[in-house]
Nanobody
Framework: QVQLVESGGGLVQPGGSLSLSCAASGTFSSLYSMGWYRQAPGKQRELVAA???????NYADSVKGRFSISRDNAKNTVYLQMNSLKPEDTAVYYC??????????????WGQGTQVTVSQ
């Protein structure tokens, strides 16, 4: 089992910045993928950014150049720095991790979600 604790999020004006963090705990050898998804009202959940255990990153086109994902393997924590926020970034943001347990890559785990609202 993997437990995820998200923090950050909140209300920010357009053009502002926010940062999210997600700390994982539980029984696993490593977290071979960590990332963030978001879901806006009436829309499907979509990938925002992901980072592999080797440091490779992947971003949605809509956030490239504005968002930055990073991870601290010693702390089993993934971060999302969001800059130049736009109203269309408003959504519930979910942390998602995929652990490796005893050499086997298992299914993913979701965080509880944190609200990000970009508004005047």
């Amino acid at each position: 089992q993997v437990q995820l604790v998200e923090s950050g999020g909140g209300l920010v004006q357009p053009g502002g910045s926010l940062s999210l963090s997600c700390a994982a705990s539980g029984t696993f050898s490593s977290l071979y993928s960590m990332g963030w998804y978001r879901q806006a009202p009436g829309k499907q959940r979509e990938l925002v950014a992901a980072v592999s255990s080797g440091g490779s990153t992947n971003y949605a086109d809509s956030v490239k150049g504005r968002f930055s994902i990073s991870r601290d393997n010693a702390k089993n924590t993934v971060y999302l720095q969001m800059n130049s926020l736009k109203p269309e970034d408003t959504a519930v943001y979910y942390c998602y991790v995929r652990p490796e347990i005893l050499g086997i890559r298992t299914g993913g785990y979701w965080g509880q979600g944190t609200q990000v609202t970009v508004s005047q």
